[in-house]
């Protein structure tokens, strides 16, 4: 198994597995609403290839602002159904979270399950405002959060 850096190439690739793993209508969600307007972060969107070329893994982030502060959203984060149960999910999730320490991100962000993500530092965040309907329980973040609140929005253009 070998972690890359996405690139241009691998889009469909990754959309495939991104489509494959999560039910129709994902891009409805309020997270993808957050996402349209610009380009992820290419340094932290990672996958993993496996023996034979087929992305058997992979991860996107996106930097949005949190009440004005900037900040990455995690997600989507996938692993194919033939590879899951192996720690791969686990093991994109942490190298990405220090790539995006090392590039100087205070602060990650994404919708999901506090059990599952807790165990790589992630709580759940209040007075963190996505775009309905987002059940705020499963608004988590990890990272320094300290005076951060406020409505989550794209990133201004650079």
């Given at each position: 198994m070998e972690l890359t850096q996405e690139t241009e190439a691998d889009w469909w690739e990754v959309e495939a597995l991104y489509d494959l793993v999560f039910a129709p209508g994902r891009e409805a969600l309020s997270s993808y609403r957050l996402r349209e307007d610009g380009p992820p972060v290419p340094e932290l969107c990672l996958l993993v290839r496996d023996?034979?070329?087929?992305?058997?893994?992979?991860?996107?982030?996106?930097?949005?602002?949190?009440?004005?502060?900037?900040?990455?959203?995690?997600?989507?984060?996938?692993?194919?159904?033939?590879?899951?149960?192996?720690?791969?999910?686990?093991?994109?999730?942490?190298?990405?979270?220090?790539?995006?320490?090392?590039?100087?991100?205070?602060?990650?962000?994404?919708?999901g399950d506090a059990p599952y993500y807790g165990r790589f530092g992630f709580a759940r965040l209040?007075?963190?405002?996505?775009?309905?309907?987002?059940?705020p329980a499963r608004i988590l973040g990890h990272g320094d959060w300290s005076g951060v609140s406020g409505a989550v929005a794209p990133a201004p253009a650079p």
């Open positions: 023996t034979d070329a087929t992305v058997a893994a992979a991860i996107r982030y996106w930097p949005i602002t949190v009440g004005g502060a900037p900040a990455l959203l995690l997600g989507p984060v996938a692993v194919h159904p033939t590879h899951q149960g192996e720690g791969l999910g686990g093991y994109i999730i942490r190298e990405s979270l220090r790539r995006a320490a090392a590039l100087g991100w205070e602060r990650v962000l994404l919708v209040e007075g963190v405002e996505m775009p309905p309907p987002t059940n």
